[in-house]
């Protein structure tokens, strides 16, 4: 078993998902609703406090309209 | 809400995640190991029937060495 490094995925997550909602002009609120989800829940998530599973990534992703490969993607232009 | 669709990155995940173990020439229990998961673990994630967090995701897309969106995408050409 390799020495655990400290796991990033969850952080990039979070950040990949406030930037595709927020560029939809979404809430957390609409976010949430639109994928079946509760808002505070879909708040943990954004501040990267939750390790989601693939269900509700997959959730998200289709509510979002985008490929939920796109969310776990680590080379992002930012938002100008 | 949207009425709900059947969810399949699951599936995906699961048939990803097999092909590029056995393209490395990995067991189910040396990518385990690798991973810092149980075998058993592993063997139903690669049969679709769990579903998997992204801390585990990120483990196992590590034992790989590939980037975790790259389990996640459904454009794979097939191996040969």
Redesign the interface.
Known sequence: ??P??K????KL?AANLLRERKARGLSQDELA??A?LHRTYVGSVERGER?????N???L???LGI????L???NHKPVR
């Open positions: 078993m390799r655990m490094k796991l990033q995925l969850q997550f609703h639109e079946g390790n989601i599973s693939i269900g990534i997959e959730r992703a289709r509510a490929d939920p490969a796109e776990l993607r680590g």
